[in-house]
């Protein structure tokens, strides 16, 4: 069946360094990869996403990453500040079918 | 402004019960879905609704009844509260953007405890 998984549920950094979350998933037909944030209390947020036929997207401190042969993907997030702590999920999604599929998800701590 | 709200933010409540959960945005999105979190932290899709019309039905029983009076609003009632309802539920709608991107924006949630 479908799904979408993290290697690791928690990730520890310090304040300054770079953070890289990891996901795996299972369904090659997924259109789009997406990263949200989602802090303590909050909604999910949208950080980022990445079309299937790309291997690389950047944003404001963020780029993702996405290994098609190997089904994996990742956030890296440079220069690591207090505020990215969270839980960070990756999802995919198929344009034909507007249905969102979440990871379990990784909690990034990010230590001063 | 708040772009998706929910009311009430937290919801205690007794077994079967029913209860109903609201939801608006100002978006101006076609699409909303309501969502499970569980204590895990394990999102799930229970269903979408694209102006007014049901999309997707994820298997929910059903005395989850969704209702979306118009396009800003999708309610969520609950019928006969099962302590495995026990939750935090959002709300989030979209609109396609270029290229079939889109972006989901995702209300506040709304904590659901059964006792």
């Known amino acids: 069946g479908e799904s979408v998984g993290l290697h690791l549920p928690t990730l520890s950094v310090q304040e300054g360094d770079n953070s890289i979350i990891n996901c795996a998933y299972s369904?090659?037909?997924?259109?789009?990869f997406i990263w949200y944030k989602q802090e303590s209390g909050k909604g999910p947020q949208f950080i980022i996403d990445?079309?299937?036929?790309?291997d690389k997207r950047q944003g404001q401190r963020v780029t993702v990453l996405l290994n098609k042969t190997v089904k994996h993907l990742s956030l890296q997030i440079a220069a690591t500040q207090p505020g990215d702590s969270a839980v960070y999920f990756c999802?995919?999604?198929?344009?034909?079918?507007?249905?969102?599929?979440f990871g379990p998800g990784t909690s990034l701590s990010v230590i001063p | 402004d708040t772009a998706v709200s929910q009311t009430p933010k937290y919801l205690v409540t007794q077994m079967g019960n029913d209860k109903s959960i609201k939801c608006e945005q100002n978006?101006?999105?076609?699409?909303m879905y309501w969502y499970k979190q569980d204590s895990k932290k394990f999102l799930k899709i229970m269903f979408s609704?694209?102006?007014?019309?049901?999309?997707i039905n994820e298997t929910v029983p059903n005395r989850f009844s969704p209702k979306s009076p118009d396009k800003a609003h999708l309610n969520l009632h609950i019928n006969s509260l099962e302590l495995g309802d026990s939750a935090v539920y959002f709300c989030?709608?979209?609109?396609?953007?270029?290229?079939?991107?889109?972006?989901?924006?995702f209300g506040p949630g709304t904590r659901l405890t059964v006792t």
């Open positions: 978006l101006g999105h076609d699409t």
């Open positions: 369904n090659s037909a997924s259109d789009y």
């Open positions: 609704y694209n102006n007014k019309e049901l999309i």
């Open positions: 989030a709608s979209s609109q396609p953007l270029i290229q079939g991107r889109y972006e989901q924006y």
């Open positions: 990445i079309r299937s036929n790309m």
């Open positions: 999802a995919e999604r198929k344009t034909s079918y507007d249905k969102v599929i």
